[in-house]
């Protein structure tokens, strides 16, 4: 069992920027896939983003690419999400996943992510 603890969420105003945070206490994620997921009131949870474990690959959703990023720390302690020039349709609980095994043609699907953190809301201003 992967325990994901997840900060950083909160208020923030249309055009602005918010960082998510991610750490599974005990462990790195030098052996774990990363992701981002998603979900809005109403809505299916939707994949934001992820990083494989070799740290060498990002992926991410069109509706956020050029505006968010994700990255580790080089501890690989810490998984973040920078969030630029945010909009209001950004506005969801966002969950951080991991996966040790999880394959590329996978990875947009939930229910093909093994740990899922508590959720941090973010909430963008118009």
């Known amino acids: 069992q992967v325990q994901l603890e997840e900060s950083g969420g909160g208020l923030v105003q249309a055009g602005g920027s918010l960082r998510l945070s991610c750490r599974a206490p005990?462990?790195?994620?030098?052996?774990?896939?990363v992701g981002w997921f998603r979900q809005a009131p109403g809505k299916e949870r939707e994949f934001v983003a992820a990083i494989r474990k070799s740290g060498g690959y990002q992926y991410y959703a069109d509706s956020v690419k050029g505006r968010f990023t994700i990255s580790r720390d080089s501890a690989k302690t810490t998984a973040y999400l920078q969030m630029n020039s945010v909009k209001p349709d950004d506005t969801a609980v966002y969950y951080c996943?991991?996966?040790?095994?999880?394959?590329?043609?996978?990875?947009?699907?939930?229910?093909?992510?093994?740990?899922w953190g508590q959720g941090s809301q973010v909430t963008v201003s118009s």
């Open positions: 005990g462990r790195t994620f030098s052996t774990y896939n």
């Open positions: 996943v991991v996966d040790s095994s999880i394959i590329l043609s996978s990875i947009r699907d939930p229910l093909q992510w093994d740990y």
